[in-house]
């Protein structure tokens, strides 16, 4: 996946594939004798970004704060509770299944556990060759030769493709997994933790996969993980997510150079450094993530924050604002 800037001037980003603006998706929570909505869990709550054609956006943070959730509602697998969804220019946000249908051959999605979203009573080469057959009018030779042509680059050869998931190893279902996501030739991909489900010697050959991959086909890519090790060689941009809200928003280099967010600082604190450094810089946080069913006021980092400034942190939720040229940043004392 290419490296560099794709910001301009003003902070925006340049030649959006996708723009999303003050996202929200919410859970209702139901309860009571009468199995009533009694509240909701806020997994995705005002969110925005863009991501430029032909880039990488990582998007990082720990388990449960939404970063999947905002993956699945960005591509309408999710109903967005509010918030805008522009693709192509084009607001899709409120798009019928007739209309999403179109874009659908241009979006698609890679994701977590290869083991769970591969049909195990579907062979290889019918799991690669059921997207063209849902979207796109394709001829059945055509249809086979992209199947070859795919599973070969994916890694794998012709033998597989009368094989069962169960009979592969995890990386050889996620490059099956990879294969059905590019088989209808999308122009941008959800990529969810990717790599996660997969033994770490297995890690790098399927993240350079996805890199060889960006660079043939142009695509662009939502890559979503825990690891910031796994985003930092591969993404234009780095998103960080706290409990259903970004905390910082940076190029890559700019954002392991100098980070804003207390928040980033404690997850690029605890990234594994080799060589003899010791451990005295690292930052432990106190306590756990709170619940996205009734998040803190003010701040939602604020009870675990050890740059903790007073009432303001607890009061006022910080405004998302630029701090430096393609440089965002939710904190009251950024500086």
Known sequence: MKRGTESVADGTVADP??????????FPIQGGILNRTVGNVKAVDGVSFEIGDGKTLGLVGESGCGKSTLGRTVLRLHEPTGGRI????TDITDASKAELKRYRREMQVIFQDPASSLNPRLSVGKIIREPMHSLTDWSREKRHARTVELVEEVGLGTEHL?????????????RVGIARALSINPRFVVADEPTSALDVSVQASILNLLNDLQAEY?????????????VRHSADRI???????????????????SPKHPYTKALLSSVPRAGPERMEDRILL???????????????????CQE??????????????EVADGHRCACHHYE
Do not use: W
Request: aromatic residues 8%.
């Open 162 to 174: 009368g094989r069962a998931p169960h009979e592969l190893s995890g990386g050889q279902q996620q």
């Open 86 to 89: 522009r693709y192509r220019g």
């Open 286 to 304: 106190e306590g756990s993530v709170p619940s996205p069913e009734n998040p803190p006021s003010g701040c939602r980092f604020h009870p675990r």
């Open 17 to 26: 594939i996708l723009e999303v603006e003050g996202l929200r998706k919410y």
């Open 218 to 230: 142009d695509l662009t890519f939502l890559l979503i993980s825990h690891d910031l090790s796994v």
């Open 239 to 257: 998103a960080v997510m706290y409990l259903g809200k970004l905390a910082e928003v940076a190029p890559t280099d700019r954002l392991f150079e």
């Open 308 to 321: 903790y400034i007073g009432p303001v942190c607890e009061e006022d939720e910080p405004v998302f604002e």
